[in-house]
């Protein structure tokens, strides 16, 4: 079967699912490309991970016996066959050589309203695969699991990341409210450029757990301590300011990320700029003295 595949992001950050799918195809004998508009296919598959808001559909007429489209973009009720799903991934489609990319586990517990985790891979943390299912000893992993410290098993988890001796990127983040003495000693072992934390919910009082997590960390430089904070999502100017302040004295890097940015305030638009570009961070302690300047 000739087998095409669209990448209708293209976000520059390779489709997880199509590198399953090509695998899968590959195995059969099956062959396998980019999609070519001047080519009949057997089968297109057609992925797109964002909604129309960020990613527009493709709209070139599809010459092809049979059109799958799948991924987030296009609903939550599509998934992979379990044979697709567990497979390994073909990197050779995005021409990667050196870097590994899955889930190690699938859902989370918090249901924020903002997230379509919850909905899609339910309000709990499985483990969804072994580390070797995905990686074959690649410098780097870029693990995509919503919330890997709310699993049940993710001790064991930690210790296979560790195990591998490669630069790990938790590229969703952990849950800073889910830190242990034992879980950031697992962390200590695990060789990463940085690790990511959110506080999105300005009624979350979540000073402890990000000073718990100094207190056992490793990690003294701040630029390798990140969080994400979370704004125009029903917070206040002031609220996302004291999440702001009080991430940068306990040691922590903020990185502003705006939900509906096409509608948001011109102030918050001003806010993520400062706090995102960190020399003027730096140079200028206070909003408000930034804000009156750009005013």
């Known amino acids: 079967m000739n087998i095409a595949l669209i990448d209708v992001d293209s976000h520059n950050f390779p489709n997880l699912a199509l590198m399953k799918i090509s695998a899968y195809h590959k195995a059969k004998g099956d062959h396998v490309e980019w999609w070519n508009g001047l080519k009949h296919y057997d089968v297109v598959y057609q992925s797109k991970v964002f909604d129309s ?3 527009k559909d493709n709209e070139f007429c599809i010459n092809a016996d049979q ?3 799948g991924g987030t973009g296009y609903g939550l009720n599509n998934h992979l066959p379990d044979e697709i799903e567990n497979i390994y991934p073909d990197y050779s489609l995005y021409g990667i050589t050196d870097t590994a990319y899955g889930f190690l586990t699938r859902g989370c ?4 309203k903002f997230c379509i985790v919850g909905k899609k891979e339910g309000l709990r ?3 969804l695969a072994d580390l ?3 990686w074959t000893n690649q410098k780097e992993i870029k693990l995509l699991d919503p919330n890997l410290l709310a699993c049940q098993d993710h001790e064991n988890l930690l210790k296979q990341l560790s195990k591998s001796g ?3 990127d938790f590229t969703q983040g952990l849950d800073i409210r889910l830190i242990t003495k034992d879980n950031v000693s697992l962390l200590n072992k695990i060789k990463t450029k940085i690790l990511h934390f959110a506080w999105d919910n300005p009624k979350d009082d979540l000073t402890d757990d990000f000073q718990r997590f100094n207190k056992f960390s490793k990690i003294k430089d701040s630029r390798k301590k990140g969080v994400y ?3 125009n999502f029903g917070s206040t100017h002031d609220q996302d300011l004291h999440r702001i302040y009080t991430l940068r004295d306990l040691g922590f890097d903020p990185y502003v990320m705006i939900y509906d940015k096409p509608h948001a305030p011109k102030r918050t638009r001003y806010l993520q ?3 995102n570009n960190k020399i003027i961070f730096k140079t200028i302690d206070r909003f408000e003295d930034y804000d009156h300047r750009i005013g």
């Open 273 to 275: 700029r400062w706090v």
């Open 132 to 134: 070797s299912e995905f």
């Open 67 to 69: 059109i799958i489209r």
């Open 229 to 231: 904070v979370l704004a």
């Open 125 to 127: 943390s499985i483990k």
């Open 53 to 55: 808001t960020y990613t």
């Open 166 to 168: 490669a630069w790990v």
């Open 109 to 112: 517990p918090r249901g924020c």
